[in-house]
């Protein structure tokens, strides 16, 4: 059986599309044809489709039409519909239109979270109405609520203009409206652990957000278990499955600086530079002197240098991309041979055609892989050339490490009118403040710097609440964060060896050869900390929930630090997560003996332009009037 949460949401989504049934093959080795049917889906529907299912497996299971809920839809009275759709009010009252105005044949209706006993009275009311009563064939709760953009990586909101930390820090919004926020957030956890099947030991720290998600999370799924009849916890979970999780809730407040880092791996790297969103990525590309936009389509099954590279240093990648590029030419060049060795009394003519022939597919979709990586590591490369990437992440590395404690140079990068754009100089200094480094600024250099940043033409309402936040933060938790920052750092190789010769696609003159030196960045130390028992300021605060206690009490949540007897753990980042931090939290569970089996979740993944708007946006409201 499926393991991954990706696996799990996948088999639920394909037996949904086959009307709630299970897509198991009859007797023997074919499998059933699929009933054609009309799928239809909101926003959120389509951004948790997308990740899982291309349009070609869509054909496959049965689906020959896809529609947003909002569009305008003409009527197909002989085909059953699936919705998939978020039970808002809006949206119900657009379903029940469709069943006025009988669109379809029958029609299955399913809700990516529980629909409310309201919203179901007013589809009943209007399908007795318009005698209607018979063509609503089902009606399912989901629990689907999340997205699964990669095995060991879901989250709740897939837009890239989420703004999770600005909705959740607005010192102007009211509370309902957090209430709000929060709530949608315990609702897209609880559909994790419903599709998991699985019943979490949850912690989470004292005085912020996440505390207030992990109470309203241990209640609803208490509340769960106690109607037996009618718990979505009842499902057995298989010995290869997971076994009963730790949720692990940590506020990004915690770590401002690794979403604002530069980045010097893959996949942190396109995701920072060229905006990454549901897995797919677009560039502008010059084709014929005409410049156009492409949408490259990332983690597909047929991609397997992603899965090798995405978390490996740029250099590294672009070595593997030249390597995969000479590897395809000798093979292009084998085929074109062909035709000088037809003769070849070694082998039947017939038999070599035939080879080749059923080759050509292959290595047509690896040329277009190749092809896809190649253009994404020439746009990062140009990037990389045209702002100093490499300068900024080099010195930024060094300030989290403490190797570098007098910030030199720090003044010197912001102050190079041919280094970064404002929004790099802003960042690097962000990193600094925030990093341990930073902790020593005296008033008259953090004057110096803003007039530098000032002067490179930096919006400075950012390094504002940045600068309220760390005065704020001192007085509540001294010290608690400082240990956070350590153990990481940089080591330069002399040569690209692959990228020297003449016919590299890559001219790599002029960018370093960096690599980055293993360690755990902050929430992974948390995580760490957690599971192994460990006691220090920072995790003290760490509360404790167990759903299944049906009476807890305040002593039951102010557990003693003991380590995690799980291996299946589940970190949720609270404001918004980064790729780097994906890896660097995957990259501790494997090193772990057992390995640790860790999903990384957050609100939204935020690059750090992303973030920085929010914090900008938050310094701009919580400016003097």
Not at 149 to 157: A, G, K, N, Q, T
Not at 197 to 221: Q, S, Y
Not at 468 to 475: G, K, L, Y
Request: glycine share 4%.
């Amino acid at each position: 059986m499926a393991s991954s949460v990706r696996e799990r949401q996948l088999i639920s989504l394909k037996r949904m599309l086959n009307f709630n049934q299970p897509t198991t093959a009859r007797s023997g080795s074919q499998i059933s044809e699929p009933v054609w049917k009309v799928l239809v889906y909101d926003k959120v529907g389509e951004s948790i489709i997308a990740p899982l299912l291309s349009v070609k497996q869509l054909r496959d299971l049965g689906v020959t039409l896809h529609l947003l809920l909002d569009s305008e839809r003409d009527e197909i009275t002989d085909v059953p519909v699936i919705y998939f759709i978020l039970p808002t009010t809006d949206n119900v009252k657009r379903v029940c239109s469709d069943v006025a105005n009988k669109l379809y044949e029958s029609f299955h209706l399913n809700f990516i979270s529980a629909i409310s006993r309201q919203n179901i009275e007013d589809l009943a009311s209007v399908a007795l109405q318009h005698n209607s009563v018979t063509q609503i064939a089902r009606l399912f709760d989901q629990y689907m609520n999340f997205v699964s953009l990669e095995d060991e990586l879901i989250v709740l909101r897939s837009s890239s203009k989420s703004q999770t930390f600005l909705d959740l820090n607005n010192p102007t919004a009211k509370d309902s409206i957090i209430e709000g926020f929060i709530d949608s957030i315990v609702d897209g956890l609880f559909s994790l652990f419903v599709t998991l099947g699985a019943v979490p030991i949850i912690r989470a720290p004292r005085g912020n957000a996440a505390e207030n998600i992990a109470e309203k999370l241990d209640k609803r799924i208490r509340d769960n278990l106690r109607d037996t009849r009618n718990s979505l916890f009842t499902v057995s979970v298989d010995p290869g499955g997971f076994q009963r999780p730790l949720l692990v809730l940590v506020d990004r407040s915690v770590d401002m600086a690794t979403p604002l880092h530069h980045t010097w791996t893959y996949q942190p790297l396109i995701d920072d530079v060229l905006d990454l969103n549901l897995n797919k990525v677009s560039i502008i590309e010059t084709v014929n002197n005409v410049k156009q936009r492409r949408v490259y389509e990332l983690n597909t099954p047929s991609d397997s240098f992603w899965n090798k590279s995405k978390d490996e240093p740029f250099p590294t990648v672009a070595e593997a991309v030249q390597s995969e590029l000479d590897s395809y030419r000798s093979s292009e060049e084998q085929v074109k041979n062909l035709a000088e060795t037809i003769n070849d009394d070694e082998e039947p003519t017939t038999a070599r055609l035939t080879s080749a022939v059923s080759s050509l597919p292959v290595l047509l979709e690896r040329k277009r892989v190749i092809d896809m990586h190649t253009n994404l590591a020439t746009a990062l490369l140009d990037h990389i050339k045209q702002r100093k990437l490499d300068v900024f992440f080099e010195l930024e590395e060094k300030l989290l490490s403490k190797s570098d404690s007098s910030a030199s140079g720090l003044l010197e990068l912001i102050s190079d009118p041919e280094a970064g754009t404002p929004e790099d100089k802003l960042r690097l200094f962000l990193v600094f403040l925030l990093s341990p480094s930073g902790d020593s600024i005296s008033d008259s250099d953090l004057e110096s710097y803003s007039a530098a940043l000032s002067e490179a033409g930096c919006e400075l309402h950012a390094l504002e609440f940045v600068k309220r936040w760390r005065r704020i933060s001192r007085v509540n938790q001294p010290g608690s964060t400082s240990s956070l920052y350590s153990g990481g750092g940089i080591k330069s190789i002399s040569m690209f060896s692959k990228l020297v010769s003449h016919g590299s696609q890559f001219v790599m003159e002029g960018v370093k050869n960096l690599a980055v030196k293993q360690h755990k960045l902050p929430l992974t130390k948390i995580l760490d900390r957690l599971v192994e028992g460990k006691s220090d300021p920072e995790t003290n605060r760490y509360r404790y929930f167990d759903p299944k206690i049906l009476r807890p009490t305040e002593s039951s949540s102010n557990v003693k630090p003991k380590p995690v007897a799980t291996n299946d753990l589940v970190l949720f980042v609270v404001g918004g997560g980064s790729y780097s931090e994906y890896h660097n939290v995957l990259e501790y569970g494997k090193n772990k003996t057992p390995p640790r089996r860790i999903t990384y979740g957050a609100t939204e993944m935020v690059n750090a332009s992303s973030f920085l708007g929010q914090l900008d946006e938050l310094g701009k409201l919580q400016s003097p009037q």
